[in-house]
Nanobody, 124 residues
Framework: QVQVVESGGGLVQAGGSLRLSCTASGLSSDYYVLGWFRQTPGEEREGISCLSRDGQRNWSSESVKGRFTMSRDNAKNTLFLQMNSLKPEDTAMYYC?????????????????WGQGTRVTVSS
């Protein structure tokens, strides 16, 4: 059974930092945790940062470039998102995705496994 679990969200003041983690288990070998997405009420889920399995290819939304950094630990099938200089507009539910691959601006190919999300709230 596949499980994807995000953690690390919370309430932080504008300008602060948070580090999100995402761990997956039960994935077949052609799947990996590939990126972070976020969603606010009434809006579609948007990709904010994706990273290839070998770390050689990455994409980040303009809204988070220079502030958010993604890294991975392949041995533990874990993905991290270091979020610095947080803004109130970063407030959202953050999800990570496990899938076979992605392209372009975090467009996922293949069946996708999502976690339950972790909530990030940035106060002004």
């Amino acid at each position: 059974q596949v499980q994807v679990v995000e953690s690390g969200g919370g309430l932080v003041q504008a300008g602060g930092s948070l580090r999100l983690s995402c761990t997956a288990s039960g994935l077949s070998s052609d799947y990996y945790v590939l990126g972070w997405f976020r969603q606010t009420p009434g809006e579609e889920r948007e990709g904010i940062s994706c990273l290839s399995r070998d770390g050689q290819r990455n994409w980040s939304s303009e809204s988070v470039k220079g502030r958010f950094t993604m890294s991975r630990d392949n041995a533990k099938n874990t993905l991290f998102l270091q979020m610095n200089s947080l803004k109130p507009e970063d407030t959202a539910m953050y999800y990570c995705a496990a899938a076979p691959s992605w392209y372009g601006m975090c467009f996922i190919q293949g069946r996708t496994y999502w976690g339950q999300g972790t909530r990030v709230t940035v106060s002004s």
